[in-house]
């Protein structure tokens, strides 16, 4: 974890490999077969975003860690984003329905969730874990052959919260699109990187510009779907 946590300090994102995640114990191989299908099941009963277009279903939640280390989970304070990183929807409270207890109990989710936590404790430029909003976003991309899915922002941006963990969970082989940018400006893209397995991961803080290709459908008459989850910390105003 430390070289990760290094690589974000001094260059503002860092790449976690599938293989990171599959050693911790709730989500090795041994037992994350049920549970993983059960998290990938849930992606068909998200909603789709009425606040953006870009063929986005999705759902959310924020988290709360207490003292003996429970993770608890619920709408704490609204969700909204300003409109100087988000000028599509920036400044709306946006409500989405609470994502249910099948995900949230998922080993696999708290597994995520609790190593997120220890690397932003680790990382320790962004203030205690008490005092930051802790939000979970299902992102479920949905493309056809003439209709891509696509972020909002669309484009090279950076986020309200100060630090996002862009988890895969799937992806079809039928995917077009669906890369990751990395950039020091608007118009000047450091990186290009894909998310092709389960829990491969990119985590991005303010130092950068980030954003995610549009994603299309190779087949005509098929649908293609890209499946994530981001974990957002981001400091509680005053």
């Given at each position: 974890m430390n070289?990760?946590?290094k690589h974000l300090s001094s260059e503002g994102y860092s790449y976690i490999p599938s293989e990171y995640y599959k050693s911790l114990e709730g989500i090795s191989e041994s037992v994350q077969n049920d549970y993983l299908q059960n998290l990938k099941n849930g992606y068909s009963h998200l909603t789709l975003d009425p606040y953006s277009p870009g063929n986005r279903w999705r759902g959310y939640i924020q988290?709360?860690?207490l003292e003996d280390g429970t993770l608890i989970f619920d709408h704490f304070i609204p969700y909204k984003q300003t409109k100087k990183y988000n000028p599509d929807t920036g400044d709306i409270v946006r409500n989405y329905p609470i994502l249910p207890k099948s995900i949230t109990e998922n080993i696999i989710l708290k597994s995520l969730l609790k190593d997120d936590i220890r690397?932003?404790?680790?990382?320790e430029k962004i203030g205690h874990i008490d005092d930051l909003t802790i939000g979970i976003h299902?992102?479920?991309y949905q493309a056809k052959f003439d209709s891509p899915a696509y972020s909002s922002p669309l484009w090279l941006h950076k986020d309200d919260?100060?630090?996002?963990?862009i988890h895969l969970i799937s992806s079809s082989s039928n995917m077009l699109g669906g890369d990751n940018l990395i950039a020091s400006t608007p118009k000047t893209i450091?990186?290009?990187l894909r998310l092709q397995n389960s829990f491969d991961t990119i985590v991005v803080?303010?130092?950068?510009?980030?954003?995610?290709?549009?994603?299309?459908?190779?087949i005509n008459g098929e649908i293609a779907t890209r499946d994530i989850i981001l974990v957002t910390f981001q400091k509680i105003s005053g």
């Open positions: 070289n990760y946590i988290c709360k860690r690397f932003i404790e680790k990382y299902l992102f479920r919260e100060d630090v996002v963990f450091e990186r290009v803080n303010h130092d950068k510009y980030h954003a995610v290709t549009p994603v299309g459908c190779s």
